[in-house]
């Protein structure tokens, strides 16, 4: 267990509904990142928080919708995706944002919640 | 920006063998290296990572090399186990950023 866990394990929706994944981190970190992973792009960072503030958006569409409550919670709401947004999406935790060389931007990763879009 | 690419996209070696695997980086002001391997059903998880103040390091059956001029970095993996097979990924980042740009993968397969 890497103290990063995510729920749900496996999510299967249909393109009009509304879904959120869930992502909490115990160990104290105050950086969280949401990942896509996919066939054609397997690891492709999505969003960053730090500190709960939100400090990278890689150009991601609107329909997924992030939110930071607290540094230990991350949350990303899905509406309106599309049959090519299934894959699996990761959540992860650092102790800093940024790379200092300190080894405190370590990420650590949940185990994933496998996305399919009908 | 950073582009990282990774070679070979699969790869499979007798137990016991060794295994390579490396990646080519674009940014000359990257300084942090880190591999990630991903087993089935995980999250990627760090084995090793390297700066750019060193060339080599090892942990035990694992190894990173750097080569900053030639922009290159590649993990070793010495006397492989069945345990071994999974996903692994190599990442780049520099000082001050706050993402890292990772590999396309490599599958790797240990065939007792």
Not at chain 1, 45 to 60: A, P
Not at chain 1, 81 to 107: H, I, K, M
Request: with cysteine.
């Amino acid at each position: 267990e890497t103290g990063v866990t995510q729920t749900p394990r496996h999510l299967v929706m249909g393109m009009t509904n509304k879904k959120s994944l869930k992502c909490e981190q115990h160990l104290g970190h105050n950086a969280m990142y949401w990942y896509k992973q996919s066939a054609k792009k397997p690891l492709e960072l999505m969003f960053v928080y730090n500190f709960k503030e939100q400090t990278e958006n890689n150009s991601v569409p609107s329909r997924f919708s992030p939110e930071c409550p607290n540094s230990s919670h991350l949350f990303l709401h899905l509406h309106t995706l599309q049959p090519e947004d299934s894959a699996l999406y990761l959540c992860a935790s650092s102790q800093d944002a940024v790379f200092s060389g300190t080894g405190r931007n370590t990420q650590y990763f949940g185990p994933g919640t496998r996305l399919t879009v009908l | 920006g950073e582009n990282v690419e990774q070679h070979p996209s699969t790869l499979s070696v007798q137990e016991g063998d060794s295994a390579v695997i490396k990646c080519t980086y674009s940014d000359s002001a990257s300084n942090y290296f880190p591999w990630y391997k991903q087993e089935l059903g995980k999250g990627p998880q760090l084995i090793i990572d390297i700066r750019s103040n060193v060339g080599e390091k090892k942990d035990q059956r694992i190894a990173v090399t750097l080569n900053k001029t030639a922009k290159h970095f590649s993990l070793h993996i010495t006397e492989t186990q069945p345990e071994d097979s999974a996903v692994y990924f190599c990442a780049a980042s520099n000082s001050g950023a706050q993402k890292l740009v990772f590999g396309q993968g490599t599958r790797l397969t240990i065939n007792p």
